[in-house]
């Protein structure tokens, strides 16, 4: 079955997968708790369109944390160093949510993500909401437009605090391809 079929499924993730983030501290970004969602972000320091979006990424995770929304930003580079990451992070302007350098992959092949900035949504029963871009400012790699028109992970958190289904599960992310296991190695 190929990846669209299983997210049409709602294909439920491994929440026990654990991670350390870069100030060493253990954690499982795809275990929801009860009355929340959560947001892995995936992004690359590398990569000038995770970089553009960075302050966008905290300004949706300040504003949707009160309703319930526990983001990860999740560094798919498995050879940056937690130091590095953190200072990325900081540079950027990333709030206080948990950094995690994705070294053997696991949330990359967990979630499906193939770009950076890519963000997956979890509901609470820790199947795949929605999975895409953050919104459409980019229209194509070197293509920006001069005004964004649709919020699309907004628009997708706004629906499920709703209780509706979410129009666009999956949107084609427009940023930096995540290298294969096998680039690093």
Same mark, same amino acid.
């Given at each position: 079955? +190929?990846?669209?079929?299983?997210?049409?499924?709602?294909?439920?993730?491994?929440? #026990?997968?654990?991670?350390?983030?870069?100030?060493?501290?253990?954690?499982?970004?795809?275990? @929801?708790?009860?009355?929340?969602? #959560?947001?892995?972000?995936?992004?690359?320091?590398?990569?000038?369109?995770?970089?553009?979006?960075?302050?966008?990424?905290?300004?949706?995770?300040?504003?949707?944390?009160?309703?319930?929304?526990?983001?990860?930003?999740?560094?798919?580079?498995?050879?940056?160093? +937690? !130091?590095?990451?953190?200072?990325?992070?900081?540079?950027?302007?990333?709030? #206080?949510?948990?950094?995690? @350098?994705?070294?053997?992959?696991?949330?990359?092949?967990?979630?499906?993500?193939?770009?950076?900035?890519?963000? @997956?949504?979890?509901?609470?029963? !820790? #199947?795949?909401?929605?999975?895409?871009?953050?919104? +459409?400012?980019?229209?194509?790699?070197?293509?920006?437009?001069?005004?964004?028109?649709?919020?699309?992970?907004?628009?997708?958190?706004?629906?499920?605090?709703?209780?509706?289904?979410?129009?666009?599960? !999956?949107?084609?992310?427009?940023?930096?391809?995540?290298?294969?296991?096998?680039?690093?190695?």
């Amino acid at each position: 079955m +190929n990846r669209l079929a299983l997210f049409a499924l709602g294909v439920v993730l491994h929440p #026990s997968l654990s991670i350390r983030d870069v100030d060493g501290v253990r954690r499982q970004p795809l275990k @929801v708790e009860p009355g929340h969602l #959560s947001a892995v972000i995936f992004v690359a320091s590398d990569c000038p369109i995770s970089n553009y979006y960075s302050h966008e990424i905290r300004r949706i995770c300040d504003t949707y944390a009160p309703r319930g929304l526990d983001c990860a930003l999740v560094y798919t580079d498995p050879a940056i160093k +937690n !130091e590095a990451a953190a200072k990325h992070a900081h540079d950027y302007g990333h709030g #206080s949510y948990p950094k995690l @350098v994705d070294r053997d992959r696991a949330l990359v092949e967990a979630t499906g993500a193939t770009i950076t900035p890519e963000v @997956v949504l979890i509901r609470p029963d !820790e #199947s795949i909401a929605y999975r895409g871009r953050i919104d +459409n400012y980019y229209a194509d790699l070197t293509k920006p437009r001069t005004k964004v028109t649709e919020h699309d992970w907004i628009d997708a958190l706004d629906a499920i605090l709703a209780g509706k289904p979410v129009a666009k599960p !999956e949107v084609p992310a427009v940023g930096c391809y995540i290298p294969d296991k096998k680039f690093y190695r």
